[in-house]
């Protein structure tokens, strides 16, 4: 599989568009999939939002009152909505099919660990959620239908305040274009935009994580309470007599200032909390172990015969000699490395597959534990 994204960026390259675009201003590419339709049908999604564990929202908008439900659904409630102006948008859909792995694939130039998820979302004509912000970087790639995106460069975030989702108040659209099957538009994070829905119509939405500074501050606090053991306790064989008990004394807060000053991390500290963190599968992921495993000697054969594909759940990130896979890290040798790095960054080995003893072991581990198709 080639490293190059085989999507159409107009007339940049993607150099380019990381200099002149990302996180700095829009792109519209018309054409961007040539013969892109999409991947599933209206139905299909429907069906996909039954799901227990799939992660959905239907708004509707009806005499200009919008509501928000959360999935799962029930086939019967997409029968209620005949009268409405409504959008059901379905998470992490590339989590179910493998041509939606097969599309994020295409956005290669963008490095795996900025990846979210790939959105999908049906509108029936005049849909949509109303104009709003998102906190990170989007590609909205339009499937079946015609959809009319508005944008906006505003400053002025005051919502809806009746509203149940965080609808924008005083949105004054700057562009406005009809994106048709195979358009996408790419928006940096906090630009404005509002889409509606031409006629019935489909949006394939690639979004990009990008965690606050107060979620990474705290989660590496928790990565240090969990990877940290500080020697020493806390004493004071020179306790003077305090006229106010209560006080707590300049010795004390002297001595405390001290010991946080042994909280000290490394460059590889920080690599490592990153790896884990960014590869942690979100809470309701759950992987389904082989319910009949084969054996580690069936399981070699199994490789040098057909290879071996990520697990469309799994989430897997390279550092310096270390790979991280779903939230746990590991070191490994050169030749590990550099063959788990292909794995990672193409979300496959093809066959035929000769691999050392170190990295059968790992592979045949995260077989068992449902990483692995």
């Keep these: 599989m080639s490293n190059l994204p085989l999507i159409s960026l107009g007339n940049i390259t993607p ?17 961007a999939f040539p013969g892109f339709n999409g991947l599933l049908s209206p139905s299909e999604l429907q069906k996909l939002a039954c799901y227990e564990d799939t992660q959905s929202r239907l708004v509707t908008k009806q005499k200009n009152q919008w509501k928000l439900k959360h999935g799962p659904f029930r086939s019967s409630d997409f029968k209620k909505l005949s009268d409405t102006h409504w959008t059901l948008l379905v998470q992490e859909v590339n989590h179910y099919l493998p041509s ?3 599309l994020l694939s295409q956005f290669r130039f963008i490095p795996h660990a900025r990846l979210d998820d790939l959105m999908v979302s049906y509108a029936s004509q005049s849909g949509g959620v109303g104009p709003h912000f998102d906190s990170y970087d989007v590609f909205l790639l ?30 004054q659209p700057e ?3 009809i994106l048709h099957a195979g358009d996408m538009l790419y928006l940096p994070p906090h630009y404005a935009h509002n889409g509606i829905a031409e006629n019935d119509c489909m949006t394939y939405s690639i979004g990009f994580r990008a965690p606050s500074h107060q979620e990474l501050i705290e989660q590496f606090l928790i990565y240090l309470q969990d990877h940290t053991q500080i020697e020493g306790q806390y004493v004071d064989p020179d306790l003077q007599l305090q006229q106010h008990p209560s006080q707590i004394s300049l010795s004390m807060q002297q001595q405390t200032r001290d010991i946080l000053k042994k909280i000290q991390w490394s460059e590889n500290t920080v690599e490592d909390f990153l790896g884990r963190y960014l590869s942690e599968p979100k809470s309701h992921v759950f992987f389904d172990p082989p319910d009949k495993p084969i054996t580690q000697h069936q399981f070699k054969k199994h490789l040098q015969k057909n290879g071996v594909t990520l697990s469309l759940k799994s989430r897997m990130l390279t550092g310096n000699n270390r790979i991280f896979m779903n939230g746990d890290s590991y070191t490994i040798s050169d030749d590990a490395f550099q063959m788990l790095r292909n794995l990672a ?17 790992l592979l045949y581990q995260w077989y068992i534990d449902g990483y692995l198709e």
């Design 100 to 102: 939606a792995r097969n």
């Design 175 to 177: 562009q406005e274009w």
């Design 345 to 361: 960054d193409h979300h496959m080995l093809s066959a035929p597959l000769l691999v050392d003893e170190e990295t059968e072991v």
């Design 142 to 171: 339009q499937g079946l239908g015609e959809r009319r995106w508005q944008i906006s460069a505003q400053q002025d975030n005051e919502w809806v305040a009746e509203a149940p989702l965080k609808i924008l108040k005083h949105f």
């Design 15 to 31: 150099e380019e568009f990381l200099q002149e675009y990302w996180q700095k201003k829009p792109l519209l590419v018309r054409n």
